[in-house]
């Protein structure tokens, strides 16, 4: 299997024939391939004939197949006798490590793969209280955050605006459906930054727990998955004719998850 394998084992990428046709896009945007069995005439020794010898009277052995959309082979397996029926193939396939077949990582970034982000958040040497900073006279703070009760799955995101007083300014909380939670964390900061833009609050102060959000809103990055790639990219256009600043703030979140979660479902 070291020759007929994927282009890209991580699967980062929808590919183009998904990403470009209305028909599949988005219900087909995490199909890798397609698969299916075949019988190939081949020539066996006559001693070992005999299991592959199907209906036909000729050694024909099972074989099961992958491809991708560009039609080029990415696995094979040959070695299945006649009489195998694909439904044991397949499942003996998939469950032997041995035999490397193709499937995304297991893990819940697989989404960041897709625009280059790698590994995973590190954990926080210490449980540490949390003192919140009020913003420069001036300026307006929001902090914010996002979650999801599963990966994807349902979640709920939401945000709340100070002034240097820590007085609010005001808040949102928004439901959000089959997301994941980086996803979550994404349209929370485009949401805060066009509520902030439509209140005529030009000087923002964000705070997130996610240092992803705060990665790529330092570089810019607009590449963000598709659903959400419009809000993300007025979000970035809009921080450009801000004063806009950002921090990372660790230990808030569990308590803020709750909440917002609490407000929406119940």
């Not at 010898?53 to 050694?59: A, C, E, L, Q």
């Not at 029926?85 to 003996?92: A, L, T, Y």
Request: with cysteine; charged share 20%; glycine share 6%.
């Amino acid at each position: 299997m070291d020759i007929i394998k994927p282009q890209d084992s991580d699967f980062r990428d929808i590919p183009e024939e998904i990403l470009t046709d209305s028909r599949y896009m988005p219900h087909f945007k995490d199909c890798i391939g397609v698969i299916d069995g075949t019988h190939i005439l081949v020539s066996i020794s006559p001693e070992h004939q005999i299991p592959y010898i199907g209906r036909k009277g000729i050694p024909i052995p099972n074989v099961m197949a992958a491809c991708d959309f560009k039609m080029q082979l990415i696995f094979a397996v040959t070695s299945w006798e006649d009489t195998a029926h694909d439904s044991r193939i397949f499942q003996k396939t998939i469950r032997d490590s041995a035999l490397n077949f193709p499937k995304p990582p297991k893990d819940d970034l697989l989404i960041l793969r897709r625009f280059d982000l790698r590994g995973r958040p590190a954990r926080a040497p210490v449980i540490r209280s949390v003192i919140w900073s009020p913003p420069a006279p001036g300026w307006t703070k929001v902090n914010t955050d996002g979650a999801a009760l599963s990966s994807p799955g349902d979640g709920g995101c939401g945000g709340i605006f100070c002034n240097c007083r820590a007085f609010v300014n005001g808040c949102f909380v928004v439901p959000l459906d089959h997301v994941f939670a980086f996803e979550a964390e994404l349209l929370v900061a485009s949401i805060a930054i066009n509520f902030a833009w439509h209140n005529g609050w030009h000087r923002i102060w964000l705070e997130s727990d996610s240092s992803y959000v705060v990665q790529l809103l330092s570089s810019r990055f607009e590449h963000v998955p598709w659903r959400i790639r419009q809000a993300w990219q007025r979000c970035i256009y809009q921080i450009s004719k801000m004063e806009f600043q950002f921090l990372i703030s660790l230990g808030r979140g569990i308590r803020l998850r709750t909440l917002f979660l609490s407000m929406l479902w119940g």
